[in-house]
C-alpha cells in the first residue's frame, strides 16, 4: 500500500460540501481511497451519484447549503450514517459576477448565503461533534483575490473568501480548546466546472484560463486531486499542531 492510499482515516467520518463535482469530488474521493466515509452534499443528486459511484464508502445528500435547517439536515445525516464526525470540509461555493454599479441583489445574496453563511450554520452544528473527535473543520478559500480580485465582477466573491478566512483564523483560536483544528485551503486556478457553472461559453472560459495563468508562475491551472491533497494531508493527524492557517495551492501565484 503507498502512502496516497495507505488508510490514514479508517474510522473517520468526513462531510464535504459541494463533492458532486470538481475539488470536491476530488476531496471526497482522496478521503474514501484512505479509508474515510464520506457524505457529500450538493444540490444535483446526479452529480452527487457519479461522486458516489467513484469510491466506496461515499453516501450522498442531496440539499442546498444555504436552505433553513440545511446545516442540522447534513448534520444528523452523517450522524446517522457514520455515528461521528471528524472531519467537515466547507467547499460548496458559486461565482456570481457582482461588479459594483451592476450588482444584482438576488446575485449578492446568494453568494452571501452559499459562501459565507452556509459555513457559519454548518460549522455551528457540526462542532458539537467535532469536539468529540478532535475533529477538524477545512475552508476552502481563493488565492486570486487574497490582494483584491484582479478583474471586474469578482469583488465580492474575492471579499466573501477573505470574512472565511478571518473566520478560519478566528474559530482555530476559539476552538482549540476543544481540541477542534480550523485550516483553509486556497486554490490557484484550478480546472474544474466552476466556469460552466457561472455560465461561461468555451471561448469565455478559454480568454479566463489564459489570463488566469498570467498570474500563476507555474503557467499552468492546477488539478482538483491537487488541491485534494492538502486538504486530506491537513486533516491528518500527523498535521496536528496545524490550525488556523490558510494554505495557498496555487503555483505560486501569491508570490508571483
Ligand atoms: N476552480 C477554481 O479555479 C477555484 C479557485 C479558487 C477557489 N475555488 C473554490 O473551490 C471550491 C470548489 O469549487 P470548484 O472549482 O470545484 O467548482 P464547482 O465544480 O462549481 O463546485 C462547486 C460545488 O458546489 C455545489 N454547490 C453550489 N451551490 C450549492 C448550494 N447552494 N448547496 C449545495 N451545494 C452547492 C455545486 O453543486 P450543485 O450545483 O449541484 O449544488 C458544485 O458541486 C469553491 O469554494 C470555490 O470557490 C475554486
Known amino acids: 500500500m503507498t502512502d496516497m492510499t495507505a488508510a490514514h482515516f479508517h474510522g473517520k467520518a468526513v462531510i464535504v460540501t459541494g463533492g458532486g463535482t470538481g475539488i470536491g469530488r476530488a476531496t471526497a474521493r482522496t478521503f474514501a481511497e484512505q479509508g474515510a466515509r464520506v457524505l457529500v452534499v450538493g444540490r444535483t443528486a446526479d452529480r452527487l451519484a457519479e461522486t458516489a459511484a467513484e469510491a466506496p464508502g461515499i453516501q450522498q445528500l442531496a440539499t442546498d447549503v444555504s436552505a433553513p435547517g440545511a446545516a442540522e439536515l447534513i448534520v444528523n445525516t452523517a450522524r446517522e450514517a457514520f455515528g461521528r464526525i471528524d472531519v467537515l470540509v466547507n467547499n460548496a461555493a458559486v461565482v456570481r459576477q457582482t461588479p459594483l454599479g451592476d ?110 495563468i498570467e498570474h500563476v508562475p507555474l503557467r499552468r491551472v492546477g488539478r482538483a486531486e491537487e488541491v485534494a491533497f492538502w486538504i486530506a494531508q491537513l486533516a491528518r493527524a500527523e498535521a496536528g499542531y496545524t490550525t488556523g492557517v490558510v494554505l495557498p495551492v496555487d503555483g505560486g501565484a501569491l508570490v508571483g
Open 103 to 212: 450588482a444584482e441583489r438576488e446575485a449578492a445574496e446568494e453568494m452571501l448565503a452559499v459562501n459565507l453563511l452556509a459555513p457559519v450554520h454548518l460549522t455551528q452544528a457540526a462542532l458539537p461533534h467535532l469536539s468529540e473527535t478532535a475533529g477538524v473543520v477545512i475552508n476552502v478559500s481563493t488565492a486570486i483575490g487574497q490582494r483584491g480580485w484582479p478583474f471586474t465582477g469578482g469583488e465580492l466573491y474575492a471579499a466573501l473568501k477573505a470574512a472565511l478566512d478571518t473566520l478560519t483564523r478566528s474559530w482555530a483560536v476559539r476552538f482549540a480548546p476543544s481540541g477542534v483544528r480550523v485550516v483553509g485551503v486556497a486554490p490557484g486556478p484550478i480546472a474544474t466546472p466552476i466556469g460552466q457553472h457561472q455560465g461561461l461559453d468555451a471561448e469565455q472560459l478559454e480568454a479566463l484560463r489564459t489570463t488566469l
